[in-house]
């Protein structure tokens, strides 16, 4: 995968991550009506969707990194060690900014 590819499928990824973001806010902006019997459920299901969104938050980060390392062309090269990242684990983690070993 070349930085350019790498950065393709960094940037449609992320649009996606960030449509689901979107999409879980606009839930959690849902009024709860405290006198329900459904509202217990409701906060349940709010705590459930912030914690999903922290995720994709997390992952959204990681692609902005990874964009950045594409950018000052250090993309490819573990961050730790500086070795380079085998082909066959970008193409499948493009974002990740350690090699196997160094990501245990
Ligand atoms: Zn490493």
């Given amino acids: 995968m070349t930085p350019n590819e790498a950065r393709d ?3 449609a990824r992320r649009a996606d991550l960030l449509g689901r973001i979107a999409g879980i806010d606009d839930r959690l902006d849902d009024p709860v009506d405290r006198d329900s019997e459904e509202a217990a ?14 995720v994709e938050r997390a992952e959204v980060a990681r692609i902005d990194a990874a ?9 490819g090269v573990c961050v730790k060690c500086g070795e380079p990242i085998a082909e066959k684990r970008l193409a499948t983690l493009p974002e990740t900014p350690f090699c ?5």
Avoid: F, H, P, V
């Fill in 67 to 75: 964009l950045d390392r594409i950018a000052n062309g250090s993309w």
């Fill in 9 to 11: 499928a960094l940037i």
């Fill in 41 to 54: 459920i409701e906060t349940e299901d709010d705590q459930m969707l912030q914690t999903l969104g922290a």
């Fill in 100 to 104: 196997a070993s160094c990501a245990g």
